[in-house]
């Protein structure tokens, strides 16, 4: 900042005091983070539902979800010898866990091991078919690996490994397994038993005297625990029918290092087979509870004491000398070095949890990047430039996002967007490759889209030429990806996420252009919803222009509504083929235009003429009536992302749009209420206690701001003078 330096003495007294502050107040602002370093991580399916596959778990091969169940091998009553004999498969949590790590508290010797603990159960039904002997088995599967089933997995071995790979280190999997046939060539003692399998299905340890079937002539459920202690490295299985309580006793329990077994990730999830013989294998409900490891940062270590009793001391000392001048800067100090402090903090912390993304080194994102070149540019997002690389030695094609934020370093927006995107995980959202942090700099990879953005496919380049235009069918199928992308990220993650800055440019399409939704840069989870539109600095945002919903000017806050409202000028661009802005028959926007034809009952006339007679009318018309709901000035009247994803899924007629666009109204009510004026409403803006909103300033300055109270009271966000605001 501008100004002399301050003396090192007032400086030493503000940063102690901002280091009081930081330790009194723990939790910081992080603290959607920092539970979840301290916590236990617990998922739980009470049932399988067939939308959480792709999402939450992954199935392979054979293996379905059906009928609330995990079916690992088939469910069916088709022809058994070709659909239940030889089969297998694998379903998997979508998670990496770090299961072991490096002690780096122990002083002694650094390769102290830390492993993991769990405790699992989950409830099993091992069909016997028409009451044939069944074959072979279920197990539950510790994989540091996201495999499908290797070719040649069914019968004996369980879906886990093959006869030419059986036993091999290189496997790098832990299983407990429940097999219903003696394979007197692998070990086996019975053909009912519970055996633990390393790397292989020759099992270390067998348990065979089961006073119960496992796969029983009646119809049995069993509930299975599984307890791992990585304290004293040791393994319990317990197995009761039904819901019967968690016996005394457990029926197979035996020393296991991991460490030994299992590189740093680790995968849960489930495997089975049939052979000749088959049987049904289906898991019919789990939790899993995961005590993550913590980098011993749990409690309050012994410096953290020493550094809050020295800051006092410091602090007091220098006090009397630096109280004035420190009152001036305080402000600013403050958030600096908080915002550094505790973000060094929560970085290293982040760091060490399971599931984080790969740290990668700045030398080789540099390298990759060809020193981001800019020839390798893909684009500009919201806090930063995207470029392609190519990870050295992977050979692997990577876009990696730099953060800029006028050359400052923004922690906060970087370990937000991290933590949170980390964790989302769905077809439709561009997966996350790693992170780095270096020389201040913050960059993040992500899967590199080979078919760059949607805009670019809809307004540049190939689609100047009418023929390699995005056909139809692509079209509506990257509508229906967004939606589904949308309605997971505010309805079906557990934590609710706003996307916040949904736009063409930050749709990116796959290789089968799918959509993917990119760019969490302004995501934030709905709890910790604080911070407003004017931080976003969208001045310097271009191309934001018109997919903001009205209401946001005035709240600064986004929201689901508002984010539905960006999808709807999505849906418009991609049918109309023309940007949400534009200049067109008179309209600035052309939300405005289409709702004109719509009016006049010509509404397929605002689908993209670069389409030609190649698109379904019926399809053009939900979509644009979808679009123009979408749009609707009262957040409420919008449609909720389930029921966007009904009419997309042509499950549920189109919505009803009203002829006439309706006014915006703030605050908004359902009923227009004429008596209330714009400037009375203007009035009950807080504006005075956040930060001043870029579009709220020159609003209020707006040269037209004396419009008087019998003016229509609110101006629509599409007219021409909103421009102005903005
Ligand atoms: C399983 O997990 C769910 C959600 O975490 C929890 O509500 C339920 O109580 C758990 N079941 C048991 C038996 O602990
Ligand atoms: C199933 O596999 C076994 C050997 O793994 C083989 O002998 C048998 O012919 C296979 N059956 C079918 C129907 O493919
Ligand atoms: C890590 O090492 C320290 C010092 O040797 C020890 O006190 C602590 O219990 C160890 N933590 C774990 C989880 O093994
Ligand atoms: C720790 O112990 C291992 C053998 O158990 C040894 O190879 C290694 O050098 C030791 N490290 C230190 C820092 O003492
Ligand atoms: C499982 O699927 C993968 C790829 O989808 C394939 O390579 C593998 O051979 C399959 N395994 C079996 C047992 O069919
Ligand atoms: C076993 O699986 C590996 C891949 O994991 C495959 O390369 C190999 O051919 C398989 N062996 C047999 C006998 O199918
Ligand atoms: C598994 O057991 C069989 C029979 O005891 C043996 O022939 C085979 O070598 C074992 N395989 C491994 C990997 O231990
Ligand atoms: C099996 O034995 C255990 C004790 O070892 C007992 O608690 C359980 O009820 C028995 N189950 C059946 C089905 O008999
Ligand atoms: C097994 O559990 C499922 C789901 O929890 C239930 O629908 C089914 O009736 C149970 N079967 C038996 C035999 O208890
Ligand atoms: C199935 O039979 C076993 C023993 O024959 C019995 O313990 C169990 O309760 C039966 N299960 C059901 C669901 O009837």
Redesign the pocket.
């Known amino acids: 900042m501008a100004g002399r330096p301050l003396p090192p003495l007032l400086r030493l007294a503000a940063a102690s005091f901002v280091l009081l502050l930081f330790f009194l107040h723990l939790p910081p602002a992080h603290s959607q983070i920092v539970p979840v370093i301290d916590d236990n991580f617990a998922y739980s399916f009470p049932n399988f539902l067939s939308d959480a596959d792709g999402v939450d778990l992954l199935t392979f091969n054979d293996s379905e979800i059906r009928g609330g169940a995990l079916q690992l091998t088939p469910d069916t009553s088709n022809i058994a010898s070709s659909y239940l004999v030889n089969k297998s498969g694998r379903v998997f949590y979508n998670m990496p866990f770090k299961v072991w790590q490096i002690n780096s508290s122990s002083s002694s010797n650094a390769t102290a091991k830390q492993v993991l603990s769990f405790n699992t159960f989950f409830k099993i039904n091992v069909f016997r078919v028409g009451n044939m002997t069944p074959g072979e088995g279920l197990a539950f599967l510790l994989s540091s690996d996201l495999r499908p089933a290797p070719p040649g997995c069914h019968g004996a071995f369980l879906g886990l490994t093959n006869a030419s790979f059986n036993g091999n280190p290189d496997n790098h999997f832990v299983a407990v397994e429940f097999d219903t046939v003696r394979q007197a060539d692998l070990g086996d003692p019975n053909d009912n038993h519970v055996g633990l399998d390393i790397n292989g299905v020759n099992s270390t340890k067998t348990f065979s005297d ?3 079937s496992i796969a029983p002539v009646n119809d049995t459920n069993y509930t299975v625990w599984i307890d791992y202690d990585g304290g004293v490295r040791y393994l319990r299985v317990y197995m ?2 039904d819901d ?1 309580p968690k ?3 457990a029926v197979l329990e035996a020393p296991l290092d991991l460490s030994e077994y299992l590189k740093q990730e680790l995968y849960f999830g489930f495997a089975a087979s049939t052979g000749t013989n088959y049987e049904l294998n289906r898991v019919l409900s789990w939790n899993l509870t995961v005590q993550m490891l913590t980098d011993g940062r749990k409690g309050v270590p012994p410096w953290k004491i020493g550094a809050i009793v020295g800051g006092v001391l410091v602090f007091v000392i220098a006090l009397g000398a630096g109280l004035f001048v420190w009152l001036q800067m305080r402000k600013r100090m403050a958030r600096d070095a908080a915002a550094s402090s505790s973000s060094a903090l929560v970085l290293g912390a982040l760091k060490s949890l399971p599931g984080t993304p790969r740290e990668f080194e700045f030398k080789d994102l540099d390298k990759a990047t060809n020193n981001f070149d800019e020839k390798m540019k893909l684009g500009k997002g919201g806090f930063g430039e995207v470029y392609r690389g190519v990870l050295p030695g992977e050979n692997k094609q990577v876009a990696v996002k730099r953060f800029s934020r006028g050359g400052t370093f923004a922690p906060n927006d970087f370990l937000k967007e991290l933590t949170i995107i980390n964790r989302l995980r769905h077809k439709n959202l561009v997966p996350l490759v790693g992170w780095c942090h270096a020389n201040s700099m913050l960059l993040l990879v992500y899967e590199y889209m080979p078919n760059g953005s949607l805009d670019h496919h809809l307004f540049d380049g190939p689609n100047s030429n009418p023929t390699t235009t995005l056909s139809w069918e692509r079209r509506y199928n990257v509508i229906a990806g967004v939606a589904s992308a949308l309605h997971y990220l505010h309805d079906e993650y557990d934590q609710k996420v706003v996307h916040r800055d949904l736009k063409a440019s930050n749709i990116m399409l796959d290789s089968n252009f799918n959509a993917r939704l990119g760019d969490f840069g302004l995501a934030r989870a709905l709890e910790s919803d604080k911070t407003s539109y004017a931080e976003l600095e969208m001045a310097g945002v271009p191309g934001t222009v018109g997919y903001i919903a009205p209401e946001c000017f005035h709240t600064g806050k986004a929201t689901r509504e508002s984010d539905v409202f960006g999808f709807g000028a999505v849906v418009l661009e991609v049918v109309c083929g023309r940007r949400p802005r534009c200049d067109i028959d008179g309209f600035m926007f052309l939300c405005d235009w289409v709702w004109k034809l719509f009016r006049e009952g010509r509404i397929l006339e605002a689908v993209d003429a670069r389409l030609g007679e190649g698109y379904d009318p019926e399809d053009a018309r939900r979509l644009l009536l979808l679009a123009l709901a979408c749009s609707h000035p009262i957040p409420s009247e919008r449609p909720k992302t389930d029921v966007t994803v009904q009419i997309i899924s042509r499950a549920v007629a189109p919505p009803a749009v009203p002829h006439f666009k309706p006014s915006f109204v703030w605050p908004s009510v359902p009923a227009l209420t004429g008596a209330s004026s714009w400037s009375a409403s203007v009035s009950t803006v807080p504006s005075s206690h956040e930060a001043p909103s870029p579009q709220r300033r020159p609003r209020n300055s707006d040269p037209e701001g004396h419009v008087a109270a019998k003016d229509p009271p609110f101006r629509p966000i599409c007219s021409p003078t909103y421009l102005m605001l903005v």
């Open positions: 089961l006073n119960f009761a029918i019967d016996p005394a006793s």
